[in-house]
Every structure is written in C-alpha cells, then in structure tokens.
C-alpha cells in the first residue's frame, strides 16, 4: 500500500529555510543522527500528465493477461502468507 507524502512548512528565516533557498536546483543532503535524507526541489505537479482515459484504456489492454491457473497461484501464496504471517517476528 502507497503511503502519503507528508508535508512539513519550513520557516523561510530559519537555519534549513535559509539554506534551501540557497540550493537552487541542487539537491540537499540532511543528516540525522548519521542517516542521511536527500531533498530535491519539486516544481512539478504530479498530476499535470495524468490522462484518465489513457489509465483506463492501459487496464482495458492488460486485462485477461493473467490465466486462472496463475489467478489461483497467486491467492494461495496470499492465503498461505496469511496464516503463516509474513511479517517479521520484531515488527507490529
């Protein structure tokens, strides 16, 4: 399942602000207690290509691709993955 990307404001003035303004198209390494996150600016608007026609008729082309025999595989591997878990052991 897809997460949502969070979004966290950024006081212009402050310290990171100050230094994000300043990165023009480069991007910028952060450092966390020794992990590191890249920051790259984004002008793009995600959703500016989005044809939905274009979606539906991909799933239109792609549909019937898979047999009932593969269908069948593929829900016993999700069923057994359900009752043997496939979390790991430390993870909630």
């Known amino acids: 399942m897809a997460t949502a990307t969070r979004t966290i404001s950024i006081d212009p003035e402050s310290e990171l602000g100050k230094a994000l303004a300043e990165a023009d198209k480069t991007p910028v390494v952060l450092a966390l207690d020794g ?12 959703w500016e290509k ?12 792609i549909a019937g691709l898979i047999s009932p025999e593969e269908a069948d595989r593929l829900k016993e591997m999700i ?14």
């Open 79 to 92: 069923y057994r993955g359900r009752e043997e878990g496939t979390r790991p052991i430390d993870r909630p």
């Open 35 to 46: 992990t590191r996150f890249r920051v790259s600016r984004s002008d793009d608007d995600p």
């Open 50 to 61: 989005y044809d939905p026609a274009r979606v539906r008729a991909g799933l239109r082309k």
